[in-house]
């Protein structure tokens, strides 16, 4: 059974770093693509960036870019989504997945990790 | 603003039918596969169709999709309460090169 288990809620302060785990299992980790979702408070869904950890290639949405840093370690079959200086607006529910390529396209996410809060205040 | 637009509630009695549309372009929907995702209150969200129709194991057939052009549609029968819920489309962008989601719609069973 594929399985994402990510890190617990974390609550910090502006201008504080953070980093947040999801470990991957039942499945091949170095062969599906790993994405991050952020889901701010009675909001939508946004992709914020992928990983490959087979290569660690990787790849930020436009909004994303420079805004947070996403890594891999194959060996621990974990990934990672970092702020080096959070913001009160990343208070927000962060999910892990799986994402499935067809054809060269990532075409639909198929698995997701059950989220982590990150809340941000004063 | 969601690069793919669905419309923010629909509602049905128990038993009953609905659909929840989703718009995009020929830069999304038009030229790649649709998805759908059920988020129940305080969960993460749960795949529901992939491929436009198809459904993963262990998703009752009560659930379908459709994709025509530039739009999908998400199709409910046999409505329970257990279905209400946030439903989201997917797809990839080609233009903005990444996976986009649809700005989600709540579906209340009456």
């Known amino acids: 059974e594929v399985q994402l288990v990510q890190s617990g809620a974390e609550v910090k302060k502006p201008g504080e770093s953070l980093k947040i785990s999801c470990k991957g299992s039942?499945?091949?980790?170095?062969?599906?693509?790993i994405g991050w979702v952020r889901q701010m408070p009675g909001k939508g869904l946004e992709l914020m960036g992928t990983i490959y950890p087979g290569d660690s290639d990787t790849r930020y949405s436009p909004s994303f870019q420079g805004q947070v840093t996403i890594s891999a370690d194959k060996s621990i079959t974990t990934a990672y989504l970092e702020w080096s200086s959070l913001k009160a607006s990343d208070t927000a529910m962060y999910y892990c997945?799986?994402?499935?390529?067809?054809?060269?396209?990532?075409?639909?996410?198929?698995?997701w990790g059950q989220g982590t809060l990150v809340t941000v205040s004063s | 603003q969601s690069v793919l637009t669905q419309p923010p509630s629909v509602s049905a009695a128990p038993g009953q039918k609905v659909t929840i549309s989703c718009s995009g372009s020929s830069s999304n929907i038009g030229n790649n596969y649709v998805s759908w995702y059920q988020q129940l209150p305080g969960t993460a969200p749960k795949f529901l169709i992939y491929?436009?129709?198809k459904r993963p194991s262990g998703i009752p057939d009560r659930f379908s999709g459709s994709k025509s052009g530039t739009s999908a549609t998400l199709g409910i029968t046999g409505l329970q309460t257990g279905d209400e819920a946030d439903y989201y489309c997917g797809t990839w962008d080609s233009s903005l090169s990444v996976v986009v989601f649809g700005g989600g719609t709540k579906l209340t069973v009456l």
């Open positions: 491929d436009n129709d």
């Open positions: 039942g499945y091949i980790f170095t062969s599906y693509w």
């Open positions: 997945v799986r994402i499935r390529v067809v054809r060269g396209v990532m075409s639909w996410v198929e698995s």
